[in-house]
T-cell receptor
Framework: QKEVEQDPGPLSVPEGAIVSLNCTYS??????FMWYRQYSRKGPELLMY????GNKEDGRFTAQVDKSSKYISLFIRDSQPSDSATYLC????????????FGAGTRLFVKA | GAVVSQHPSRVICKSGTSVKIECRSL??????MFWYRQFPKQSLMLMAT?????????EQGVEKDKFLINHASLTLSTLTVTSAHPEDSSFYIC?????????????FGDGTRLSIL
């Protein structure tokens, strides 16, 4: 079993839809949770960064962490064609010795 | 926000050539930098962790003599692919983390697409 599971998609939605992206994980020691967006032939760009459980909102993006279920989500409201990219979840533990573990990434296509 | 610069963005060279890739943190000091390899439609594969002033820590299965890492300053790490062969063709991405902020997220460069003919 992988430490982090993420459906690779692709996920195709119409413009304006609400997008839900998810990851599950197995290591209960993870405390920091991140979402990165990666456009084709570019490096990942940090979108959201949260600690422990709860919600965090930034513009059209909302990140949710449910540590009891070992499940994290990224919601994108009013999706735009420019949101078409690969979204990677990532997580790490609470000490410097922990590596950041990345999900496989979900490819999202938002159709105009 | 934090900025990480990676150079060059694209390299095409003949088999047997050695290629050097630079990773710079432009507006912060990075005690630790990371080197990843990414195959098409796949996630990031950590190759090594680069620590300023000390030897890099390589992941299992990554050849140290093939992928030489130097982290000579708090803002620069280099990856040299020695005697590159077609199977080394890939997308290489570096990332950096702010000094003394071990729990902060990594910031990535824009990657280097390496093609070995």
């Amino acid at each position: 079993q992988k430490e982090v599971e993420q459906d690779p998609g692709p996920l195709s939605v119409p413009e304006g839809a609400i997008v839900s992206l998810n990851c599950t994980y197995s290591n209960s020691a993870f405390q920091y949770f991140m979402w990165y967006r990666q456009y084709s032939r570019k490096g990942p760009e940090l979108l959201m960064y949260t600690y422990s459980s709860g919600n965090k909102e930034d513009g059209r993006f909302t990140a949710q962490v449910d540590k009891s279920s070992k499940y994290i989500s990224l919601f994108i409201r009013d999706s735009q064609p420019s949101d078409s990219a690969t979204y990677l979840c990532a997580m790490k533990g609470d000490t410097g010795g922990f590596k950041t573990i990345f999900g496989a990434g979900t490819r999202l296509f938002v159709k105009a | 926000g934090a900025v990480v610069s990676q150079h060059p963005s694209r390299v095409i060279c003949k088999s047997g050539t050695s290629v050097k890739i630079e990773c710079r943190s432009l507006d912060f000091q990075a005690t630790t930098m990371f080197w990843y390899r990414q195959f098409p439609k796949q996630s990031l594969m950590l190759m090594a962790t680069s620590n300023e002033g000390s030897k890099a820590t390589y992941e299992q299965g990554v050849e140290k003599d093939k992928f030489l890492i130097n982290h000579a300053s708090l803002t620069l790490s280099t990856l040299t692919v020695t005697s590159a062969h077609p199977e080394d063709s890939s997308f290489y991405i570096c990332s950096a983390r702010r000094r003394e902020r071990e729990n902060q997220p990594q910031h990535f460069g824009d990657g280097t697409r390496l093609s070995i003919l």
